[in-house]
C-alpha cells in the first residue's frame, strides 16, 4: 500500500509535528512528552478539564477534537495503540485548573489499563481528582447483555462533545462525568467495512474481503466483524445500519436524534451522502426528528473504506450540548 | 548457579532479537484477530529496551533497576494492551532482584512468579479468555509445584516453558473473551492469540539464556 | 472498485438529495433544478452574489462551501463535468441581490462553455451582470508562458475564499472581480498522485500506476501529469511540490503566505500532516511566514490517492480576506 | 431523395445505439487522454435524446423542432464540454431546417455545415488541436467541395465522412492543444481524440441512416 510518509517508525511524531505547526493558534506540544497536546488558549480557572486520547490512525479522532468546546487536551498513542500513562499524565496535570479532570475514551483493554494507570497516578502525585468516562458505542462488538464489554467507535464523537460542551458551560466534574455517560448511554453506531487498512510498519491489509463483499460490524482498527456478505446497494446497506441500531435502541415516534455518518478514511463524501439520504428517508418515516447532522469522517481507520451510522438520542441537556459552538483545528461549528 | 546482572540483559538482548525475528508473524496472528499490530508494538517496545541496555543500563549492576528500566521503557514506547502487562510483569518482578547483582535459582523463580502474577492482576484476564495468561498461568503453576518439589529451578523453569506451550496453543480452539478479538465470536476459533504467543517467546529465550549461562 | 452507492446513474442526484437533507439550515435545493443549490439564509440586498460550481466528483468542492463568507449558490455538474447553462442560470437570478453575481470556476474547457453562455443569458434574459473569474493554479498544467491555460484545482478554494470574504464586506462587483482574480495570480499548486479513482458508471481506474509509482502534476480528473517516477519519501515529495511551486512564484524573505494542503481523496489526514511538516520546514528556511494554515480534503477527486500543495501569496487585502469568517456546511472558519 | 421527419429521428436513435455501443471504447480513449468520462457523457446525453424521441417529439413534424430539443435536452443533461459543443452544432443546424417536415439533399448538405460552423465557433479548436475538429473540420470541407461539384448530398457526405475518418485517425499523431488533456504534451502522442471519435460515430451513423432511406 502506498503512502505518503518517511520512515514507518517515525509517522506519528512526524504528523504531531506538522499537525502543531499548522495550528499554532489551537494547539501546543507539552515539554516533557511530544505525544502530548493541550489547547493554546488559556483554559479557565475552575473548569473542568476534558482529557481525550487513544491510538493514532483514527485522525481526526482524537487530535483533531482539542478546542473550545471539545477536550483541553489529548494523549496520542502508537498507531491503534493506546498511548502510555506519561503522556495521559503530563496532559492531566496541564489542563486540571482545580476542578479536576475527566477522561474519554475509548473501552479497548489498552487504553483501559493505560488510562486506569495514568489516573492512580495523577491522584497519587499531584491529588487530581479524575473523573472516567468509557465510550461503548459499538453495537457490533458485543450482545446486549454484555454492553459494558462494547467497543468505543465513531460515537466517541458525541461523547466528546457532550463532555467538552458541558465543561465549557461550567458543570462540575460529577456533572460533566454524568452527562458525558448519558450521551455514552444515548449514543449508538453501526459500521461496514469495505476495504483494509495497512500498518505504515507492515504495509500488510488489515483484512481480506473479496471484490464483491462488505463485512458488517467490522472493528474500527481492522477487527473482524460479525457478519460477511455481498455488497449491498448503499440503501440496504443503510437500512441494515439503522436496523441494528434501532433493535439496540429503540427510539420513538417524536424523539428526536443527532445522527453522524462517518467515513471510515478513503470513502468519498459523495457515498457518505448517499448513505444519509437512506438514513435520513428511514428516521423520518418512523417519525424520528433529526436535530442536527454530521456528515464526513470523524473517526477513521487510516484509508480503510466504508463508513459507519452513529444516532445519538438526545434530550433538552444533550440537545443544548450538541448545539452549543466549537472550535477546534478538525472541527469547527458555529 | 549464579545470574548476573550481565546475564539477566543478556537475556533482555536475546528477546530483542528473538522478537526482531517473529516481528512478522505476531502481527500476522494479529491480523487475524485483533488489529494487526502486535508483532510492530513489541518490536517498538524492545527496541527502546535496547536503546536503554546499550545507554544507561550498560554499567548497571542492580538487576531490581536493569527491571525497573525495562519496564517503565517498554510501557513509555508502547502503551498498548501490552505495555501495561509486561511492564507490570517487569516491575513487579524488580522488587524480587531489588538491590542484588546475582540471583539464585529461588530469585529467578520468585522473580516469573511476581510478573506473572503482575501480569494477571493488571490484566484480570482468567485462563480461557484467549489471551496471554493462557501461556503464563501454566507456566506460573508449573514452575511453582515443580520448583516446590525438586528445588531446581533449571528444571521447574523448563517445565514451566512447556506448560506455557502447550497454553499458547490451546488458544487456538479458545473463544475470544478479552481485548480486542472478544468481539469475534466464534471466527476467533482456529487462532493463536498474538499475546500468548509473545509470552511464550518471552519465557522460552529466558531458558534458552539460561542455558547458556548454565553451560558456561 | 467498490462503492457505497445505489444505481451509478443516480449518484450526483441522491448525493445532493443526502446533502440538502443534511443542512436544512445552510442550503436550500432551488425548484427549477435538483443541481442547484442556494443558501438557507436570506442573502442581503445590494450584496454581490458569488456562484460556483463545476463538476461533481470534488466534495467538498464545489457544494460544500455555500455559506456565510464563500458562495451563495452552487451548480453541481454530472462526475467531473461542467454544469450545463440552466442550473447555472437557476442560481444566477436566485442569488442577484441587485449588484451582480461573480462566477468563479475552473479553467476548463467545458466550464469556460457553460460558465460562458449561461453568463450570457443571465445578461441577455434578467440584464444580470457576471463577473468572470476563471482559477488557474495548477502549475503542472502548462508553461508559465502560457498560464491562462492552466487548470484550476485545489486553489479555488482560496480564490472563492477572497471572492466570498470580499462580497461579504460590501465589495462592488468590480471589486469582488479585481480580488478574486487576484487571489487566483497569486496562488499555485502542484500534486501528486499515488492511486487512481474510478467514476462509478465505468467501475474503470483513472489511471495505472505500479505499486511503487507516483505522478507529479497529474490532474484533478486523474488527467496524465508530467512526470511518472518512484514513489519518494514525503519529505523529498513535499521538496518537488514547494520547489515547483517557487519556481513559477518566487516569494522573497519576509513574504507571507497562506499554506493549503489538500487529500485527493484517499489519502489519510496522517499522511498530510507529514506532508505539511516539510513544507513548513522549507519555508521557514525561506524566511517565508505563514499566516495560516489548511490541512486536509478540501478539493478531492473521488477516491484518489495523493495530495497537493498550494501557496497563496498574502498582501494585506487578501490576509484581511482569508482571516474572515466563514461558515459552510463542509468548512468552518471562526 | 427524400428525408422526412421521421428518418431524421431514425438517425438520432440509431446514434443512440451507436453511442450505446462505444460507451466503454469512448470512455477508455479519455482515460488515456482526459478524465475517462466521454463514453459516460455521451451515454448520458444521448439517453436523454432518447427518452424525448420516445416521448415529447413522438409526433413530431418539425424538423427544426426535432433538432432544437435534441440540442437543448443534450446540453441539459450533460454541461460538459461536449454538451455547448454538440448542442450549438443541434441548434444552428435547426435553423436549416426549420419548419421543414421533409428535407432535401441540399438542406442536409446545409444542415451538416451549419453543425460544423457552429461547433468550431463555440469551441474555438483548430484543425491540428486534437478534438472533434480534427474530424469535423475535413468533413466540412470535403461536403462543401464535392457538393459543389456533384450536387449530390450522398456523394458528397459519404465522401466527407472518409474525410472525417482521416482527421480522426490523424489525431493519434497530434500533441493536445485543448481540452483537458492538453496538458499532456508528448504523453497525449499515439492516443486517438475521444471526441474526434464521437463525432465520427455521429457522421458515420447519418452516412448510414440516409443510405437505408436511400435504398428504401
Ligand atoms: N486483559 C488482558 N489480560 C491479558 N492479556 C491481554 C489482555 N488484553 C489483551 N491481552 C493480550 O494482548 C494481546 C494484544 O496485544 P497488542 O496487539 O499489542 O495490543 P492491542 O490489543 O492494544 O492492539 C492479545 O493477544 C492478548 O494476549
Ligand atoms: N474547445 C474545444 N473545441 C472542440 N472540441 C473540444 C474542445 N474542448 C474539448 N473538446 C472535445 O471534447 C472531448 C472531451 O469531451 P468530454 O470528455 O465529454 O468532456 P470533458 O473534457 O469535459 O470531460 C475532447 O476529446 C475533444 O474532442
Ligand atoms: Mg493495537
Ligand atoms: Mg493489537
Ligand atoms: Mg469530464
Ligand atoms: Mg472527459
Known amino acids: ?334 | 548457579m549464579k545470574f548476573t546482572a550481565a546475564d539477566l540483559k543478556a537475556f533482555l538482548k536475546n528477546v530483542v532479537q528473538v522478537i526482531e525475528e517473529n516481528k512478522d508473524y505476531l502481527s500476522e496472528l494479529d491480523r487475524k484477530l485483533g488489529d494487526g499490530d502486535h508483532g510492530v508494538t513489541m518490536s517498538i517496545g524492545w527496541q527502546a529496551i535496547d536503546e536503554k541496555l546499550n545507554g544507561e543500563l550498560r554499567e548497571e549492576q542492580d538487576c531490581g533497576r536493569v527491571c525497573i528500566t525495562a519496564g517503565r521503557t517498554f510501557l513509555s514506547a508502547v502503551g498498548s494492551s501490552v505495555g501495561p502487562l509486561y511492564a507490570t510483569g517487569f516491575l513487579k518482578g524488580a522488587k524480587v532482584f531489588q538491590g542484588k547483582s546475582e540471583l539464585t535459582g529461588e530469585d529467578l523463580k520468585d522473580f516469573w512468579v511476581a510478573f506473572i502474577e503482575g501480569i494477571k492482576e493488571r490484566g484480570k484476564a482468567e485462563v480461557g479468555d484467549k489471551t496471554m495468561v493462557d501461556t503464563l498461568q501454566p507456566a506460573l503453576e508449573s514452575l511453582k509445584s515443580r520448583y516446590e518439589q525438586t528445588g531446581d529451578f533449571m528444571v521447574a523453569f523448563a517445565e514451566a516453558v512447556s506448560a506455557g506451550e502447550k497454553g499458547m496453543e490451546s488458544t487456538k480452539d479458545l473463544l475470544s473473551k478479552r481485548g480486542r478479538s472478544s468481539r469475534l465470536g466464534e471466527r476467533s476459533l482456529g487462532n493463536q492469540d498474538p499475546g500468548a504467543t509473545s509470552a511464550f517467546l518471552i519465557l522460552s529465550t529466558f531458558l534458552t539464556t539460561v542455558n547458556a549461562v548454565q553451560a558456561v
Open chain 1, 1 to 334: 500500500m502506498k503512502k505518503l510518509i518517511n520512515n514507518p517508525n517515525n509517522v506519528v511524531d512526524e504528523m504531531i509535528e506538522g499537525y502543531v505547526k499548522a495550528y499554532p493558534q489551537y494547539v501546543k506540544q507539552l515539554s516533557e512528552n511530544k505525544r502530548s497536546l493541550v489547547t493554546a488558549k488559556e483554559t479557565r480557572e475552575g473548569k473542568v478539564g476534558v482529557l481525550i486520547g487513544g491510538g493514532s490512525g483514527h485522525e481526526p479522532a482524537f487530535m483533531g477534537y482539542v478546542g473550545d468546546g471539545m477536550a483541553d487536551g489529548v494523549a496520542v498513542g502508537n498507531i491503534f495503540a493506546s498511548p502510555p500513562p506519561d503522556p495521559i499524565l503530563e496532559v492531566t496535570r496541564t489542563i486540571d485548573k482545580g476542578a479536576g479532570v475527566v477522561y474519554v475514551y475509548g473501552n479497548y483493554a489498552g487504553d483501559v489499563m493505560n488510562f486506569g494507570m495514568a489516573a492512580d497516578l495523577a491522584d497519587l502525585e499531584y491529588g487530581t481528582k479524575v473523573g472516567m468516562v468509557l465510550v461503548t458505542d459499538d453495537v457490533a462488538s458485543a450482545p446486549k447483555e454484555e454492553i459494558e464489554k462494547r467497543r468505543g467507535i465513531a460515537g466517541e464523537f458525541f461523547v466528546t462533545k457532550a463532555a467538552g460542551a458541558a465543561a465549557e458551560k461550567g458543570y462540575d466534574l460529577e456533572d460533566v462525568v454524568r452527562v458525558a455517560k448519558k450521551a455514552n448511554d444515548h449514543t449508538r453506531t453501526m459500521g461496514v467495512g469495505l476495504t483494509p487498512c495497512s500498518l505504515p510498519q507492515t504495509g500488510k491489509p488489515s483484512f481480506e474481503l473479496e471484490e464483491n463483499e462488505m463485512e458488517i460490524g467490522l472493528g474500527h482498527h481492522g477487527e473482524p466483524g460479525i457478519e460477511k456478505g455481498e455488497l449491498q446497494p448503499a440503501d440496504q446497506v443503510a437500512e441494515r445500519l439503522v436496523n441494528d441500531i434501532l433493535a439496540d435502541m429503540p427510539l420513538e415516534q417524536g424523539e428526536k436524534v443527532a445522527v453522524l455518518v462517518n467515513g471510515l478514511g478513503s470513502t468519498t463524501r459523495m457515498e457518505l451522502y448517499i448513505m444519509f439520504r437512506r438514513v435520513e428517508q428511514i428516521l423520518t418515516e418512523k417519525g424520528i426528528e433529526i436535530h442536527r447532522s454530521y456528515v464526513g469522517d470523524y473517526s477513521t481507520s487510516l484509508e480503510m473504506g466504508g463508513c459507519s451510522v452513529t444516532l445519538i438520542k438526545l434530550d433538552d441537556e444533550l440537545t443544548e450540548l450538541v448545539d452549543q459552538p466549537a472550535d477546534c483545528p478538525m472541527y469547527v461549528q458555529k
